[in-house]
């Protein structure tokens, strides 16, 4: 521990030597060293999405918002579950200086016109699966609501469906639309708090910010071209949205787990051999207690992280007795993710620590 200016306790973690993620160029690794690899495996065997793919399409809607009327530091909502698309949304926006506002999947009408208020959305995205709940809006996005999924009966401004489809052989050009980070400070993503003190608050983090919130996670959990991610969480929320797209940043590849349930996640421990996995404790302890959780679907995964609650130390138990691996948690907020990382292989007496602050974070004990 050091003492800062005001004589409070300061503890530091390591130095941040990796550097800044360009958000608006996040798949500049994988383009460059893996475009025809994968880049988002789904259970979907029909949908391959490479570093290629991914590119291309995301162009394509970015593009398209554009078209729509939206203009660079306008506010996209969205109200999707975990699914290509909701990437493909992301990296979009990041292109062309489109603010992403990623709303809780399970927000109900009143909750979803908080978030449009307060954010002053002017587009969002959303499953047809949801349209009662769109009818029961009192705010609308500016330029209107873009659908996910077929039907529907609202007056929708596009379907996303259509936003994503090549015109012609190829992806459309947006080198002209690209954004410049102009100077780092122009808003990237605004999260929202969960409410536990109140009403969910906005927390808007830059191009800058984000970035390097990037890098430290990247450089935490030294995750490489070579892993494969798997969030068993809502990617909508900061943590599954962090690991997501850290992988993607490093050229890594993102497992799309609809959500952290054995029947969703079994299958794809065992076709997809995540490398790196991050469940809730409630889930980890559904996982851990299925009769058809065995050993040898764990073999791939080098860490297995927790976050968002405390792991009991009773699931930390069973689960190493099943796996052969140590749960490691890591903390964070909306307003800086991650913050500290407990270790994988510390020592049994460590375990109920918060952990160790994270690369290029320092902690204030006041």
Not at 56 to 65: L, M, R
Not at 316 to 333: D, V
Request: glycine content about 8%; hydrophobic content about 40%.
């Amino acid at each position: 521990m050091t003492k800062d200016n005001n004589t409070k306790n300061v503890v530091s973690g390591p130095t941040l030597t990796t550097s800044k993620i360009e958000l608006q160029n996040i798949l500049n690794v994988g383009l460059q060293s893996k475009p025809n690899d994968i880049a988002l495996f789904t259970s979907d065997e029909q949908q391959i999405w490479t570093f290629k793919k991914l590119n291309e399409v995301s162009d394509n809607v970015a593009h398209s918002y554009i078209k729509l009327g939206a203009k660079v530091g306008d506010r996209i909502a969205s109200l999707l579950p975990n699914c290509v698309e909701l990437f493909v949304h992301y990296i979009a926006c990041f292109k062309v200086g489109l603010v992403l506002v990623p709303m809780n999947f399970r927000y109900k009408p009143p909750e979803i016109d908080h978030a449009l208020q307060l954010s002053g959305s002017s587009i969002l995205v959303s499953v047809v699966d949801r349209e009662e709940d769109l009818k029961q809006l009192n705010v609308q996005p500016t330029l209107g609501i873009v659908s996910l999924g077929g039907g529907g009966t609202l007056n929708y401004l596009s379907t996303f469906e259509s936003l994503m489809k090549v015109e012609e052989e190829g992806s459309v050009d947006i080198t002209t639309l690209r954004h410049p980070e102009a100077e780092g400070d122009a808003s990237s993503v605004i999260f929202f708090t969960s409410g536990s003190t109140g009403k969910p608050k906005g927390v808007t983090h830059t191009y800058t910010t984000y970035g390097y919130c990037l890098a430290s996670m990247i450089q935490a959990l030294n995750i490489t071209k070579e892993d494969v991610v798997m969030p068993a969480s809502s990617c909508s929320h900061a943590a599954g949205f962090l690991y997501s797209l850290s992988s993607l940043a490093v050229g890594g590849q993102v497992v799309v787990a609809a959500n952290g349930t054995a029947d969703v996640v079994l299958p794809l421990l065992r076709t997809a051999r995540p490398t790196i996995c991050f469940f809730l404790p409630s889930f980890m302890l559904i996982l851990v207690r299925d009769e058809r959780t065995k050993r040898e679907d764990f073999e791939s995964v080098r860490l297995m992280q927790s976050g968002g609650d405390k792991v009991a130390s009773l699931l930390q138990k069973e689960f190493n007795q099943k796996s052969g691996l140590f749960i490691s948690e890591i903390m964070g907020m909306s307003e800086a993710a991650p913050i500290t990382i407990h270790g994988e292989n510390e020592p049994e007496e460590k375990r109920g620590s918060i952990g160790r602050p994270a690369p290029g974070i320092s902690i204030s004990v006041r």
